[in-house]
């Protein structure tokens, strides 16, 4: 019996449930494999490279949902998706990603909807809506924290969280609020390997006239498809990127950096606590291979370890 690569539901013979075709579109009934192989999605990627403002370590492309067609189009501009496909050295990073995605929507972390879509080659893709785009031509006003910082793409990992929690109190509307949600993606993607998450992969969004952090984006475990975990955060922590720990993580950053008072801490140590049984539920559902999925598990369980949560 097949899962639905965008909900994880079984859908029996199908590629897609009903449940996830209708969360991309409440009037779409099937989804046709993208026009592309993992291998030209990752040739048009860099072609079409100079025309898009999306960068990065992965391959990514623009894409629309052609409703009436049963398809992603891949286009330069006006896109209201992103795709990544399988990198050509990295395994399973969509894969990854989309399962980190959803352990971060288990304990509260805004994310775009997001999911894994299927390629002429059968190999999965990674979509994720964009949160920068608003009807079918405005743009919300989103910054990353290396442009607040004045630093470039060379320099985003010149910075410490430190320096990062004075941006959220310079720029955001209400800092104690923004402060605790940052609080809780340091100590997440602590516990799930996420060692890059450099300046660029922070940004603040100006909604409903305010200020705030963006939904959550561009998080997985590197640490299984990197170098190990030799560094465990992209941006220093009292000094330090390895060697974490629940006294420099909960303690310095969460009580002394961010301000927290107890019950903040508190409450959100136990969102962690009550999601973590289903991370593993998610974990063995996840179109990860089995080897990918065991090294995650490691990681996963010496990490909550480390926290003693």
């Known amino acids: ?158 910075y410490s969280m430190e320096r990062l929690v004075k941006l959220i109190d310079e720029y955001c509307t209400f800092p104690a609020i923004e402060k605790t949600k940052l609080f809780k993606l340091v100590v997440f993607n602590f516990l799930v390997g996420n060692e890059d998450m450099h300046l660029k992969n922070y940004s603040i969004i100006v909604r409903n006239g305010k200020i705030e952090l963006s939904p959550a984006y561009d998080l997985l475990n590197s640490t299984i498809v990197l170098k190990g975990d030799i560094e465990e955060i992209a941006l220093s922590l009292k000094g330090k990127k390895s060697n974490l720990s629940h006294d420099v993580l909960i303690n310095y950053f969460g009580q002394e950096r961010c301000g927290l008072p107890d019950k903040i801490i508190e409450r959100t140590i136990a969102a962690f606590q009550n999601a973590l049984p289903s991370w593993f539920d998610l974990l063995e559902a996840s179109f990860l291979s089995t080897k990918m999925k065991e090294k995650y598990e490691v990681l996963l369980r010496k990490r909550i370890g480390i926290l003693g949560i």
């Not at 100079?50 to 992603?72: C, E, H, T, W, Y």
């Open 1 to 158: 019996m097949n899962r639905c690569p965008i909900t994880y539901d079984f859908c029996d013979d199908k590629r897609y449930s009903a449940r996830g075709l209708k969360l991309l579109s409440p009037t779409l009934k099937d989804l046709a494999k993208l026009d592309f192989s993992a291998e030209e999605l990752r040739a048009e990627a860099m072609l079409r490279a100079s025309k898009m403002s999306i960068q990065g370590m992965q391959p990514k492309l623009s894409a629309v949902l052609n409703v009436s067609d049963n398809r992603f189009e891949i286009v330069d501009k006006g896109g209201k998706y992103i795709l990544k496909p399988q990198h050509h050295i990295f395994p399973e990073l969509p894969q990854n990603e989309d399962l980190t995605m959803r352990f971060a929507e288990t304990i509260g972390i805004e994310v775009p909807f997001h999911g894994l879509i299927y390629s002429k080659d059968d190999s999965l893709t990674y979509f994720i809506r964009r949160f920068d785009r608003k009807g079918h031509k405005d743009k919300i006003a989103v910054e990353d924290f290396a442009q607040l910082a004045g630093m470039s793409r060379e320099t985003k990992y010149n």
